[in-house]
């Protein structure tokens, strides 16, 4: 059985030479789009995506390299760079006729929302990121053993070729470790949408792992750069994440404001998975931010 999101139309859009997203559009309105995160496709916005469409124009990308995208393969720095996938989505929406929207992303879509947020201040109105840091100060506040909780991001940072095949070995076990570590309620992604999950993220190893790397190497220097420059995130922004802040010793709202100074910082009571074990303060939080 092939899952999609009920009610909406499927597309292949390209987006640069020889890559094109999946995309999943309905509704009609000021367009928002919706961007998954690690292990997962865009199913993870199901349940928001089925309420903000009576209102909106929805625009549900699998991100380059993920779900049924296409995975170029890694030719430099460049083809998984947040720059370059923001750049992606920029292009998916002006495909369907939008100059400007807004934007929301978990996770790795979060990364690519702030790269989009920072890259195109004209084009991204309001900006939601779910359970995430800047990577820039992800990497920071990395330190000792407290750092393990991230171990995947110090494997996929290695050359290419080293995480690869150790991951593509056991990709269903690495890959389900995330989903049941992450979730406080089980129940919240059923088992079709896990098997999903899994299917999508083995047949996307190289990919994942180029995206992951890039956040250890051309990422990072993006984001050096532009703290240097003193750009930040003009528009609307409201962050939500689980209050890990204070289990690891930093003031996550404080390192988030320096970005974002219209910044509105939540703390929520749910796994990592947040879109879908807590659709409903999500949804409610996207609506304050779209009102902002």
Not at 129 to 156: F, R
Request: with cysteine.
């Amino acid at each position: 059985m092939t899952l999609t999101l009920p009610g909406f139309d499927y597309h292949q859009i390209p987006v640069a030479d020889g890559v094109a997203l999946n995309v999943a559009v309905a509704g009609s309105g000021p367009a928002i789009v919706l961007l998954h995160g690690f292990p997962e496709t865009h199913l993870m916005w199901r349940h928001v995506a089925a309420d903000l469409v009576n209102d909106y124009t929805v625009i549900c990308p699998d991100l380059r390299g993920y779900g049924a995208s296409d995975k170029p393969e890694e030719s430099g720095e460049n083809t998984y760079s947040k720059r370059t996938m923001a750049a992606d989505i920029v292009e998916v929406a002006r495909s369907l006729g939008h100059e400007s929207f807004a934007l929301a992303g978990h996770d790795r879509g979060a990364l690519v929302a702030i790269r989009a947020g920072l890259d195109h201040p004209g084009t991204v109105t309001h900006l939601l990121s779910l359970d995430v840091l800047p990577t820039l100060d992800m990497w920071d506040i990395l330190h000792g053993v407290d750092a393990k909780v991230a171990w995947h991001l110090y494997l996929m940072a290695q050359p290419r070729g080293v995480a690869e095949p150790m991951i593509q070995a056991t990709a269903d076990t690495f890959f389900a470790s995330f989903i049941d570590d992450w979730l406080s309620n089980p129940d919240a992604i059923p088992a079709e949408y896990r098997a999903e999950y899994l299917r999508a993220s083995r047949e996307a190893v190289p990919s994942i792992v180029a995206d992951y790397r890039a956040s250890a190497g051309i990422d990072l220097s993006h984001d050096r750069d532009d703290r240097a420059s003193g750009r930040t995130l003009g528009m609307p922004v409201t962050v939500i994440q689980q209050d890990w802040g204070v289990e690891l010793g930093f003031d996550a709202a404080g390192l988030w404001r320096a970005w974002a100074p219209n910044l509105d910082h939540r703390t929520l009571t749910a796994g990592h998975f947040m879109a879908e074990e807590a659709p409903t303060e999500i949804i409610t939080a996207i609506r304050e931010l779209l009102a902002r």
